[in-house]
Each structure stands twice: as structure tokens, then as C-alpha cells.
């Protein structure tokens, strides 16, 4: 289904000789409904229509849509300034952290994930998708609520579209840097996404799931960490990581220092036949923050971790945030490849083969558990 390389290099040889996009040209092709697309690592964005731009959406291509983030007043293309190897140190607060993971209610998430599921999809540009919004954003508020010595936050995070992103967040007793546990809370069915069913239960409903109950054991705990935490919920993932490229945009143009972020995208599907792995996605993260996110792994989750084969040029929000220069990690349901079939159709269900509770609820663990670590 994926363009052979083949006929991806030509593509390449084609569109690597344009110059970078200057302002006029962003502002005629963006009235024009025009949207820039960055296919590959290094190479000038290119323009597609919606129509384009939905046929690689059906023919699984991940690309960046760079619309509404592209810096035409930068230098050259491609001005990343690339993550550090960051170091950690080992985990360390077995006792707080176990008695926390004893707390995750896996009822919660499973009443979460039916009510998310139950939207007749949480496209970004539809109705429902919007509202969508309001339910995670009202479901955290009223937990912040429940527990007002924490002094947590929910806001909601606005786009040009209608599906915002929700930022939950923990204050430290410092003001920064800041912890992140992201996921994207938008589903999409491929052939009709504005009004097809896409129940989204794996991708990423489970992974929404996993950061509304790591977040509720946490302030229920009264965890009151030295530095911030955030849990972030990105609008429009499915269509060009547009959400968490906002949000990593701005906290770069605000000089918000990030000490880590953990991407949760897709946590609860095991092949059949295949071990149960959690898969550590391998490009587009920081090798560190990975390596770190093993032995976060190793203390506290009872299944182990392999490195996973690549995931690919912009297959989740964590390499938004690598592209500002942020230390990202992303641990998947799987190695790359054994991950769930469903995704992005109306059978993407608790009920398809293969969904496992067992398996979602390993993540809200690795989720506390790195939010104290990091955190405390
Ligand atoms: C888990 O959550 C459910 C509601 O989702 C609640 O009825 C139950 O009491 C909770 N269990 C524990 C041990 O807190
Ligand atoms: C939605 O969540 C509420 C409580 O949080 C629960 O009582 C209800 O059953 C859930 N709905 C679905 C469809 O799971
Ligand atoms: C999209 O949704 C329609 C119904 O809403 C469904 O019949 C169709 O199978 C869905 N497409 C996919 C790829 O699941
Ligand atoms: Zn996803």
C-alpha cells in the first residue's frame, strides 16, 4: 500500500531542486485551500489538495502537514536543530511509584474508552471530533476538581479547526522542566473520514485512556511533583500530527524548557501468536530518554521491551516534538509491523481480535511511573 522507493525517489529527485516556500506563496496556496505536505526527512515541504492529501491518508503514508507551522522567514529547509542524547538517572522511587500502580483502576479506563468509542468519530474537522474535545477537556476538569490541593489545570489548547488539543497539567513546586505523557485523541476512517464510523478503541483510543487514568491516580495519590507534568491529549494526529506541531511550535517560541516527552499511540493490540513486547520505536526519539523509558519498563511493568524497527518520517507526535529539538520517546503496542491491522476503520473495536486489557493497562503503569520519576 506504501509508494514503492522506487517510485519515492523519483518523487524526491522532483521536488528536491524547489526552493524554500516564501511568505507569498504560503499565503496564495493556503487561500487557495492548498496544504503543505512534508513527505521526508530533509526535503522541502510540497503542496497537495484535500483530495491528495486524503489519498495518502488511505495509502498509510505519514507526512507532517506543515500548513499552519511552516516558518518561511527560516534560514533554509530543514533548520532542525537536533535532539541531544539526554541522560536519566535510574528509576528510583520503587515504593511511591508501586503503591500508585496499585491504584489504576482498570474500570475507569474501560468506562473512558466507551465513551470515546461511542462518538461516531473524533475526525478533527467533524461535529463529533469537536466534541470529543469537550469530553476529555470535561472528564479531566472534573477530576482536577476532585482533588484542588494538586492546583491542576485543564485547558484546552485551540486550532484553526474545530477539534482542540487538552493540556492537563500538574504543577511542580519549580516552575519547569516540564514532563510530558502525550497521545492523539482524533480517529479517522480512511474511505469517509467526516462521516464514516471510526471508533479509534486502539488507535489511540487506548492510549488517551492510558494518560486520563494515569493522571487521576497521580492527584488522587496527592503527587506533588518538584517540576511540572503534563498530560496532552493532540487534535488531528491522523492528519499530519497538526495538533502536537502547534503545541511543540509554541513551546518552542515561548523558550519552554521540556525535560522529556513520552508518546502513547495505539497500547493495547498483541498479534496473535506473536509475545507480548512493548515495542520502543526506534527513529525520530531521543536514544537516551529511550533507553531510560527500558528501564522504566523493567522496574515496574511485568512484560519486557525490544526495540522495535523503524516507525518511519512522521508516524506519531513524538517527532513533532524531535523536530523542535525535544527529547521524545514513543513506546508502541508492538514491534513495528506486528501492530494492530483495524486502524483507521469502522472495526478498530474493544472486541476485534487481538484488543487486550492486560496489554493497555501495562501503559498506564509505564505512564505513572515515568510521571513520578521524572517528575518528583
Ligand atoms: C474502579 O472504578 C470504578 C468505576 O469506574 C469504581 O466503581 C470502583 O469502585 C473502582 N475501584 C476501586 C478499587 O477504586
Ligand atoms: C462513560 O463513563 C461513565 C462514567 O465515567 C460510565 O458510567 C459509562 O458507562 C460510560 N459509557 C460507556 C458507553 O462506556
Ligand atoms: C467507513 O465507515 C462506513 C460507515 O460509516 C463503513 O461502512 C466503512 O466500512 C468504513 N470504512 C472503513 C475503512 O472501515
Ligand atoms: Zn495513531
Redesign the pocket.
Known amino acids: 500500500m506504501k509508494l514503492s522507493s522506487s517510485l519515492l525517489s523519483l518523487v524526491l529527485a522532483a521536488v528536491s531542486v524547489r526552493a524554500a516556500i516564501s511568505e507569498a506563496e504560503l499565503k496564495e496556496n493556503t487561500a487557495k485551500g492548498l496544504r503543505l505536505i512534508s513527505l521526508e526527512d530533509g526535503v522541502d515541504p510540497v503542496w497537495k489538495t484535500e483530495d491528495e492529501k486524503l489519498e495518502l491518508m488511505r495509502a498509510h503514508r505519514n507526512f507532517f502537514d506543515m500548513t499552519e507551522v511552516y516558518e518561511p522567514n527560516a534560514a533554509t529547509a530543514s533548520p532542525k536543530s537536533f535532539a541531544p542524547l539526554a541522560t536519566y538517572p535510574s528509576p528510583s522511587h520503587q515504593t511511591a511509584v508501586n503503591a500508585i500502580i496499585k491504584?489504576i483502576?482498570?474500570?475507569?479506563m474501560?468506562?473512558y474508552l466507551g465513551n470515546l468509542t461511542a462518538f461516531n468519530n473524533r475526525y478533527y474537522k467533524s461535529t463529533t471530533g469537536a466534541a470529543a474535545t469537550d469530553w476529555i477537556a470535561k472528564t479531566a476538569g472534573d477530576i482536577a476538581a476532585r482533588y484542588p490541593a494538586s492546583g491542576a489545570t485543564v485547558t484546552v489548547f485551540k486550532h484553526s479547526w474545530v477539534q482542540g488539543s487538552i493540556i492537563a497539567r500538574i504543577p511542580g513546586t519549580t516552575s519547569g522542566p516540564v514532563t510530558i505523557i502525550g497521545a492523539h485523541m482524533d480517529s479517522i476512517n480512511s474511505s469517509n473520514p467526516m462521516n464514516g464510523r471510526a471508533p479509534g478503541a486502539d488507535d489511540d483510543g487506548s492510549g488517551s485512556v492510558n494518560l486520563m487514568e494515569a493522571f487521576r491516580a497521580l492527584l488522587a495519590a496527592g503527587f506533588k511533583p518538584t517540576t511540572p507534568v503534563e498530560f496532552q491529549w493532540y487534535s488531528g494526529e491522523e492528519a499530519g500530527l497538526l495538533g502536537s506541531q502547534a503545541i511543540a511550535k509554541s513551546y518552542k517560541a515561548a523558550g519552554t524548557q521540556v525535560k522529556a516527552m513520552m508518546q502513547l499511540d495505539m497500547t493495547a493490540y498483541v498479534k496473535p501468536g506473536v509475545k507480548e513486547v512493548i515495542g520502543l520505536v526506534p527513529d525520530y526519539v531521543d536514544a537516551g530518554l529511550t533507553s531510560y523509558v527500558g528501564s522504566i519498563i523493567d522496574t515496574y511493568s511485568t512484560l519486557d521491551w525490544t526495540t522495535s524497527p523503524k516507525c518511519g518520517y512522521g508516524c506519531s507526535d513524538h517527532a513533532s516534538w524531535y523536530n523542535q529539538g525535544y527529547p521524545s520517546a514513543f513506546p508502541f503496542e508492538s514491534r513495528y509491523g506486528d501492530h494492530n491491522p483495524l486502524i483507521h476503520s469502522a472495526s478498530d473495536t474493544i472486541t476485534a481480535t487481538g484488543f487486550s486489557w492486560s496489554h493497555l493497562f501495562e501503559y498506564a503503569k509505564v505512564a505513572v511511573a515515568f510521571a513520578y520519576e521524572l517528575g518528583i
Open positions: 491504584t483502576n482498570l474500570s475507569n474501560q468506562n
